[in-house]
């Protein structure tokens, strides 16, 4: 009875923050409140424009400060004196692991799981990663006309984060499903069977991850989960075990999903960049860059003040929220010659955030980048001619920018 309580109210306060959020929207045409309205999830990025032009820093409808600027957005990211956690919150494991932790609890689980994503150790993953994508290019083959999100973005990486953290085949399939309704909770619970549906995903995948880890002290094996519970209780505490490693599971497959389909619409709406990885497959390096910048994976995160900071003029009060827009920071013209063009030969590629920056910067960015490069590539070798074949969907989400549906002919 005392959950079904704090999920009305819950519900409630979601409830009235869009009321509020859509009323400035609509009747004051507040951009920050637009973000959250049909247009702005569609398409944000004349919206983060419009932000950039308002000042480096704006205020939101809920009291807070939001930023599409480039300087701005790195420098709260790497400022010590922000954080992900509220500073007056008690301590405790949070929901996602270390996602939601700030140092020292932060740096020692990042710690434990960082091994198996060190540059040279995603190299060795390269075999797994071609191997892969061939085996669903093959099916793709054979299919004619495909959606490429079910076809390979989403199992590509579900395939590999499952071997690396050693989680048996025949849990694949449950494992997007509740992945999907967890990352779907980072744009908060839309309503109480919202909420219902993240505490049942939450719990079955609690349950599957038992299963794992009972059979790997049984038998251990060469794979992650088997390296974090030989640091159980040492290093990590038996609590800290299931949210760290559902993250691990869910980041690992949600941001190259994305990244994937988004990389390919783009290729496919510039037929000239098309061109030039289908006559060079080599750039798809530079491929998967430009799609982080053009358009993230990832479009925001938010920080915390934990003391009073002056950023950019603007004094950001202790437990004040900064919504840091990443995917209006990558179109930033300050940084990028003209940000709203996809092109291959940028001169800086690399300086995007779309993988955040400072201590949260992503530990599986490079895992992220093989797999989408193996990807692209091998789309431009084996399908020169691929072209849309259908009526794409986005998803519907704020914080994770992608494809639901992507139907293509080869």
Same mark, same amino acid.
């Given at each position: 009875?005392?959950?079904?309580?704090?999920?009305?109210?819950?519900?409630?306060?979601?409830?009235?923050?869009?009321?509020?959020?859509?009323?400035?929207?609509?009747?004051?045409?507040?951009?920050?409140?637009?973000?959250?309205?049909?247009?702005?999830?569609?398409?944000?990025?004349?919206?983060?424009?419009?932000?950039?032009?308002?000042?480096?820093?704006?205020?939101?409808?809920?009291?807070?400060?939001?930023?599409?600027?480039?300087?701005?957005?790195?420098?709260?990211?790497?400022?010590?004196?922000?954080?992900?956690?509220?500073p007056d919150a008690p301590p405790g494991p949070g929901g996602l692991s270390f996602l939601e932790m700030d140092p020292p609890d932060h740096g020692r689980l990042r710690r434990l799981a960082a091994p198996a994503f060190t540059t040279a150790r995603v190299a060795s993953y390269r075999p797994l990663v071609e191997d892969t994508v061939h085996q669903l290019l093959d099916d793709a083959a054979r299919q004619g006309s495909f959606d490429l999100v079910r076809t390979l973005a989403k199992p590509l990486p579900v395939a590999v984060i499952t071997r690396l953290l050693g989680i048996p085949e025949e849990e694949r399939g449950p494992l997007v499903r509740h992945g999907e309704v967890i990352a779907g909770g980072l744009?908060?619970?839309?309503?109480?069977?919202?909420? +219902? @549906?993240?505490?049942?995903?939450?719990?079955?995948?609690?349950?599957?991850?038992? /299963? =794992? *880890? #009972?059979?790997?002290? !049984?038998?251990?094996?060469?794979?992650?989960?088997?390296?974090?519970?030989?640091?159980?209780?040492?290093?990590?505490?038996?609590?800290?075990?299931?949210?760290?490693?559902?993250?691990?599971?869910?980041?690992?497959?949600?941001?190259?999903?994305?990244?994937?389909?988004?990389?390919?619409?783009?290729?496919?709406?510039?037929?000239?960049?098309?061109?030039?990885?289908?006559?060079?497959?080599?750039?798809?390096?530079?491929?998967?860059?430009?799609?982080?910048?053009?358009?993230?994976?990832?479009?925001?995160?938010?920080?915390?003040?934990?003391?009073?900071?002056?950023?950019?003029?603007?004094?950001?009060?202790? +437990? @004040?929220?900064?919504?840091?827009?990443?995917?209006?920071?990558?179109?930033?013209? /300050? =940084? *990028? #010659?003209?940000?709203? !063009?996809?092109?291959?030969?940028?001169?800086?590629?690399?300086?995007?955030?779309?993988?955040?920056?400072?201590?949260?910067?992503?530990?599986?960015?490079?895992?992220?980048?093989?797999?989408?490069?193996?990807?692209?590539?091998?789309?431009?070798?084996?399908?020169?001619?691929?072209?849309?074949?259908?009526?794409?969907?986005?998803?519907?989400?704020?914080?994770?920018?992608?494809?639901?549906?992507?139907?293509?002919?080869?």
């Amino acid at each position: 009875m005392g959950r079904v309580r704090a999920l009305a109210g819950f519900g409630a306060q979601v409830y009235g923050a869009r009321a509020r959020f859509a009323w400035h929207g609509h009747v004051r045409r507040d951009p920050v409140a637009l973000l959250q309205l049909g247009p702005g999830r569609s398409d944000p990025y004349p919206v983060y424009a419009r932000i950039r032009a308002t000042g480096p820093l704006v205020p939101t409808p809920l009291g807070n400060r939001a930023s599409a600027s480039h300087e701005v957005c790195a420098a709260v990211l790497r400022d010590r004196r922000f954080g992900v956690s509220d500073p007056d919150a008690p301590p405790g494991p949070g929901g996602l692991s270390f996602l939601e932790m700030d140092p020292p609890d932060h740096g020692r689980l990042r710690r434990l799981a960082a091994p198996a994503f060190t540059t040279a150790r995603v190299a060795s993953y390269r075999p797994l990663v071609e191997d892969t994508v061939h085996q669903l290019l093959d099916d793709a083959a054979r299919q004619g006309s495909f959606d490429l999100v079910r076809t390979l973005a989403k199992p590509l990486p579900v395939a590999v984060i499952t071997r690396l953290l050693g989680i048996p085949e025949e849990e694949r399939g449950p494992l997007v499903r509740h992945g999907e309704v967890i990352a779907g909770g980072l744009d908060g619970v839309r309503s109480l069977r919202h909420a +219902r @549906q993240l505490m049942s995903s939450s719990r079955e995948l609690e349950e599957m991850l038992g /299963r =794992v *880890f #009972a059979a790997r002290r !049984a038998a251990p094996g060469e794979d992650v989960i088997t390296a974090l519970l030989a640091a159980e209780e040492a290093q990590v505490t038996p609590a800290e075990l299931v949210p760290m490693c559902t993250l691990l599971l869910v980041a690992g497959f949600e941001t190259t999903v994305n990244l994937v389909g988004n990389g390919v619409h783009a290729l496919l709406g510039h037929p000239d960049q098309w061109a030039l990885l289908r006559a060079d497959p080599g750039r798809a390096a530079a491929v998967v860059e430009e799609t982080l910048r053009y358009d993230s994976p990832v479009q925001r995160t938010v920080r915390l003040a934990h003391e009073d900071v002056e950023v950019a003029g603007t004094t950001i009060r202790r +437990r @004040q929220a900064v919504l840091t827009l990443l995917g209006g920071a990558n179109r930033d013209p /300050r =940084v *990028f #010659a003209d940000p709203d !063009a996809f092109d291959l030969t940028r001169a800086n590629p690399t300086d995007h955030l779309a993988f955040s920056a400072g201590p949260h910067y992503c530990l599986g960015a490079a895992l992220a980048r093989l797999e989408a490069a193996v990807a692209f590539a091998a789309l431009a070798e084996r399908f020169p001619a691929l072209r849309p074949a259908g009526r794409r969907t986005r998803r519907p989400g704020r914080t994770l920018r992608g494809f639901a549906t992507l139907p293509l002919s080869r």
